[in-house]
Nanobody
Framework: QVQLVESGGGLVQAGGSLRLSCAAS????????VGWFRQAPGKEREFVAA????????FYADSVKGRFTISRDNAKNTVYLQMNSLKTEDTAVYYC?????????????????WGQGTRVTVSS
């Protein structure tokens, strides 16, 4: 069992940066792949980024490629999402999710554990 807690959301101006954190409980977290998803108001949840258990494999949605970076520190049981050059369309609740597998996964339905989300608001 893994419990996930996101933090780091907030209000930022367009062009600014935020770093989200996903802290996990459980000593086996290093064997879990982790993804970030987001849900904007009135829209369905969408994939943002994913990392394999080692951090060696990563995937990004086209809309964030080159602006967002996913990374992990297994010693701290934490996965990060560095978000730069934020746009108003990045406004959403951001969720992290985990699955006990070695490969990075982009499909929302594949994940077993989810956090409660952290809200990101980008103002113009």
């Amino acid at each position: 069992q893994v419990q996930l807690v996101e933090s780091g959301g907030g209000l930022v101006q367009a062009g600014g940066s935020l770093r989200l954190s996903c802290a996990a409980s459980g000593r086996t977290f290093r064997t879990y792949s982790v993804g970030w998803f987001r849900q904007a108001p009135g829209k369905e949840r969408e994939f943002v980024a994913a990392t394999s258990w080692s951090g060696g494999g990563t995937f990004y949605a086209d809309s964030v490629k080159g602006r967002f970076t996913i990374s992990r520190d297994n010693a701290k049981n934490t996965v990060y999402l560095q978000m730069n050059s934020l746009k108003t369309e990045d406004t959403a609740v951001y969720y992290c999710a985990a699955k006990n597998t070695i490969v990075a996964i982009t499909m929302e339905q594949a994940y077993d554990y989810w956090g409660q989300g952290t809200r990101v608001t980008v103002s113009s």
